[in-house]
């Protein structure tokens, strides 16, 4: 299996991401030829919501906590940013889940920024409807897939994009990238393909497969913003922890995914952000850039005078 290489914000350099689960991936999309086979008796399996369902009660049981010391120091995760002590944590999914102290993600107060709603490797399309693939030339999913409403996609087709892909590893609360007002979210269900670049690359359609919600931000001086949270393998459920209709302010806690990998999308109408240059730069070259959240993505467009 390919490394990934990913680019990493806080050391300022290009780094191989250590994967979680890689036997697991290298068996269901590697080269080997035992591969295929193994990935047409697995993958209609792994995919079902059942199977995330079970691998989630197995995580929730007392026995499972015994796991989270040796994967803390695999993955070089810093426990001082945990609210918990390690000892403390119920299960593995409770620190799957976990919540992280308020000083350990610092949220940007750049005038108009837009930060980054999670703790994720970002890809970022300044212009929706002028990308040739998003890790595969000429391999793309359109808008309309996503939302699964043509009057809506059309009005994003030349708008932006952001794609914010959270590994296992990752702190996986998510949170408001703007002041806002939420509407309700809706539910589009679907399947629970891995969101891994090595599983994406082999087919791009499961960011449209998979089980997702969809939610409106309005926000003061902004047309409208959809935020899409996309389940994946192992991630049975994706729980909303914000009231509807309710003001929140940027950074404050949206929901979060319940085990696994997971992406968000962001969709901005056109002319409504600047991305920023180090994001376009890395993204133009298909490599996605390590941010943590809170820190910065973004700019509202000044107003044309």
């Known amino acids: 299996m390919e490394p990934i290489i990913v ?10 991401e250590k994967v979680y689960g890689r036997e697991y991936l290298e068996s269901l999309y590697g080269t080997s030829l035992f591969s295929p086979i193994v990935k ?11 199977a995330s369902k079970a691998y989630a009660k197995l995580s929730q049981r007392a026995s499972s906590k015994k796991k989270i010391e040796s994967f803390v ?8 940013e945990f609210e918990k002590n390690i000892e403390d944590f119920s299960s593995f999914y409770d620190f799957f889940v976990r919540h992280l102290k308020p000083s350990a993600r610092p949220i940007s107060q750049k005038k108009d920024a837009i930060i980054a709603p999670a703790d994720a490797r970002y890809l970022v399309f ?4 002028a990308v040739d693939g998003f890790y595969v030339k000429g391999a793309k999913f359109t808008i309309q ?9 059309k009005k994003y087709e030349s708008g932006s994009m952001v794609i914010a892909r959270l590994a296992p590893t990752d702190y996986h609360r998510f949170h ?27 087919n791009i359609k499961i960011f449209t497969e ?18 899409v949270e996309i389940g994946a393998t192992n991630v049975g459920s994706i729980v909303q922890t914000y009231t509807s209709d309710y003001f ?7 929901g979060f995914f319940g085990l696994g990998g997971s992406t968000i999308i962001l969709l901005f109408e056109e002319g409504e952000i600047l991305l920023d240059p180090d994001l376009i730069e890395m993204s133009e070259k298909k490599i996605e850039t390590k941010i943590l959240m809170g820190d910065t993505i973004a700019t509202k467009m000044p107003p044309v005078i």
């Open 126 to 129: 300044p212009k929706i409807n």
């Open 248 to 254: 929140y302010q940027k950074g404050d806690e949206k």
């Open 40 to 50: 047409n008796l697995l993958l209609p399996f792994i995919r079902m919501p059942f």
């Open 210 to 227: 998979n089980k997702r919600m969809i939610t409106p931000l309005n926000a003061e001086n902004w047309k409208m913003i959809f935020m």
């Open 73 to 80: 120091k695999e993955f070089q995760i810093d426990p001082e």
């Open 176 to 202: 408001f990238p703007i002041d806002a007002v939420p509407a309700a979210s809706w539910l589009i269900n679907g399947y629970l393909y891995s969101v891994n670049p090595i599983a994406v690359k082999k």
């Open 145 to 153: 897939e996503l939302l699964q409403d043509k009057e809506l996609a």
């Open 7 to 16: 680019y990493d914000r806080k050391l300022h350099r290009e780094v191989e």
